[in-house]
C-alpha cells in the first residue's frame, strides 16, 4: 500500500488538510449524501445466517439498531459509539480471511464474517456514521504509516472526523480504541485522505510532488459496486 510514498514532514495532519492537492478522477461508482441510509431485508440477514451463522445475523440487527437509535445523538457521541461497535470485532487479514493481499470489505461482509483488516474498520466505520447522519464533508478515511503496536513505518488505515474544514480531526483507530486528536497522534503520519467525494494526497516533502491513487482507486470502486448491490 504505497510503501515507497513520501509523507509530510511538519504538522502532517493540518498540511495534509489544508495542502493538499485534489485529484480529479471518477473515484467512486456510487455518491452517498446526507440522505444515505441502510436497509437490510430479512432475506439478506436469513442469507447472511446461512453463510455465516447465526453470530452473524445477530451482528448485523445490532447494527441496524445501532443505527436506528442514535440518529439525535450529537456527533461526538455518535463516533464513540461507531468506534467502540466495531473495534469489537476481530482483526484479521486479507490473506487470512479472503485468501489474497489486499481485499477492502463492506460493512455486510466485515460483519457477516466477524473480523477484517485496518480498512474494513475504516470503511465500516465511515458509512455508519454518514447512515447516522454524520456530513461527508466531516469524515476522510486515511491512509497513515504507523508505528508501535509492534508495528514501525507500517501500512495502516483510519478514519478521521473533522468537527470544521480548519479542525485537527479526531482519529478513530482499530489499534488504539481512544479517540484522539491526530496532535496526539505521533505513531500515525497520513499519506493521503478519502471519502465517497474525492481523494486527498498529502504534499510530498520538498519536491512538491504527490502520491499516485493506483490501485487503491480499483479497490474502493469494486467494494463499492459490491456494496451498491447490497443495499
Known amino acids: 500500500m504505497f510503501d515507497n510514498a513520501t509523507v509530510c514532514s511538519v504538522r502532517p495532519w493540518r498540511i495534509c488538510r489544508t495542502v493538499a ?23 439478506q440477514l436469513s442469507s447472511a445466517e446461512t453463510k455465516y451463522g447465526l453470530p452473524a445475523r445477530k451482528r448485523l440487527s445490532a447494527w441496524l439498531d445501532l443505527m436506528a437509535d442514535n440518529k439525535q445523538k450529537s456527533e461526538q457521541e455518535k463516533l464513540e459509539l461507531v468506534n467502540n461497535f466495531f473495534n469489537q470485532l476481530l482483526f484479521v487479514s486479507d490473506l487470512d480471511h479472503y485468501g489474497v493481499v489486499d481485499y477492502w470489505a463492506t460493512p455486510l461482509e466485515m460483519l457477516g464474517s466477524g473480523g477484517g483488516d485496518c480498512e474494513d474498520y475504516s470503511i465500516s466505520k465511515y458509512f455508519t456514521l454518514l447512515a447516522l447522519g454524520v456530513p461527508i464533508d466531516k469524515l476522510k478515511i486515511t491512509y497513515v504509516k504507523a508505528t508501535g503496536y509492534g508495528l514501525q513505518n507500517a501500512a495502516h488505515m483510519v478514519l478521521t472526523y473533522y468537527s470544521t474544514p480548519a479542525a485537527m480531526p479526531l482519529v478513530l483507530d482499530n489499534l488504539n480504541p481512544e479517540i484522539k486528536s491526530a496532535d496526539k497522534r505521533p505513531d500515525l503520519t497520513p499519506v493521503y485522505s478519502f471519502n465517497g467525494d474525492g481523494l486527498w494526497l498529502a504534499k510530498a516533502r520538498g519536491a512538491g ?5 493506483g490501485n487503491k482507486i480499483s479497490l474502493w470502486r469494486d467494494m463499492m459496486a459490491r456494496m451498491g448491490k447490497e443495499f
Do not use: M, Y
Open 21 to 43: 492537492l485534489t485529484v480529479l478522477i471518477a473515484f467512486a461508482t456510487i455518491t452517498f449524501g446526507a440522505s444515505f441510509e441502510v436497509i437490510l431485508t430479512e432475506h
Open 209 to 213: 510532488k504527490s502520491v499516485a491513487g
